[in-house]
């Protein structure tokens, strides 16, 4: 089993900045991609950046130019700056880990969120 423990949410005026982490641990031979979601309220989630284990990176457009996503391989731990914020980043976000566990099977693991709110 993995477990993603994420931190780094909170409250921020518009232009501000956040950095969220995200650290797996648990049955994890290799990490491939590490990604951050969101959800606001009455909204579906989306993809917010993604890293592959080669450290090429996806950003939404809504986001590009502001946010930065980066890895720390032998930390297993993924983390999202947030610059620039606007009221409408304000959602929950989701780290997700996709990779093997020690018995070469794939998982997937979502955390739990961490809510950023953003006032104008």
């Known amino acids: 089993q993995v477990q993603l423990v994420e931190s780094g949410g909170g409250l921020v005026q518009a232009g501000g900045s956040l950095r969220l982490s995200c650290a797996a641990s648990?049955?994890?031979?290799?990490?491939?991609?590490m990604a951050w979601y969101r959800q606001a309220p009455g909204k579906q989630r989306e993809l917010v950046a993604a890293i592959t284990s080669a450290g090429s990176t996806n950003y939404a457009d809504s986001v590009k130019g502001r946010f930065t996503i980066s890895r720390v391989n032998a930390k297993k731990t993924v983390y999202l700056q947030m610059n620039s914020l606007k009221p409408e980043d304000t959602a929950v976000y989701y780290c997700n880990v996709d990779g093997l566990n020690s018995g070469l099977r794939s998982f997937g693991s979502w955390g739990q969120g961490t809510q950023v709110t953003v006032s104008s």
């Open positions: 648990g049955n994890i031979f290799r990490i491939n991609s």
